[in-house]
């Protein structure tokens, strides 16, 4: 992965520190926590966007003298109106040592309300999304122990959703984006999970048993979304993983075994979870 993409990650993080204990972190960035600092694997490149998603409560307390939005703006990034609104969905972009960052805030969508955009703290305004409550409410906290690379000595503590809840999430939302190659990146950030956290694979299983006990229609969607798109080796989801994976994955399968690949490891995932889960 790019050094570059890496530091100014970290140090977005580093702006934001008096808040990383109510934000949790999500996107793409998340399998990269997973595998550097969960699992300890510097060495695997899971894919993801230079976009950071930062999840919050629908109301975020100040923490000390500055909000979020000062935090950020006095840090050089611009507050950019994305809607017209009331209040606007804003995004806060900038530029971090050369690399262009843009950050997102998100929160729970509650109620039938179509998505929202609400203002959860004084300068801050998050987009409201359905699913958003089981990565903010199910999360590990991992500290990363690299921050020296960007000039801090210094330990950052940070919050991200289990893994469990992340690829609940994932195969809930995949079909609600309108834009074809996000869908085919949600699964693939599944995939990649499934099968290269092989070490904590038996606390992903023992996770969705919690998971399927508080949010059961979820789960029942989260199974009927997989199996629609996992019929065959030549189903859409299939097709669309294959389309994502990196030139350095899985170098001793040609395309047709990676997309019989897929297609096992989606099959055997979703029946574990009809076997042992459902009622």
Known sequence: MNDLFISGFLKTLRILNDYLSVIVIGGGWVPFIYYR?????????????????FMVQTQVPVIGSKTVDQLLVEAGFEAIFKSRAIPPLIHYEGNIDGLDVEIE?????????????LKVQNGLHAEALRFISIVIENVIEVTIDDTV??????????????????????GLVFTRRRDRKKRAKDLYYIFDIITGCSRIKPDIMAGFEGLSQKYPAWLQTFIKNLKLYFESPSSEGVLWVAEQRPSSAFPGLNEDQFKRYVFVTFEEFIRNLSVNLQP
Do not use: C, W
């Open 37 to 53: 600092y969960l699992l300890g694997d510097k060495a695997h490149e899971p894919i993801r966007t230079r976009d950071i998603d």
């Open 149 to 170: 690379s960007v000039g801090d000595m210094s330990a950052l503590k940070v919050k991200v959703p289990t893994p469990s809840a992340y690829i609940f999430h994932k």
């Open 105 to 117: 805030f998100l929160t729970e969508q509650k109620g039938s309300r179509s998505d929202v955009v």
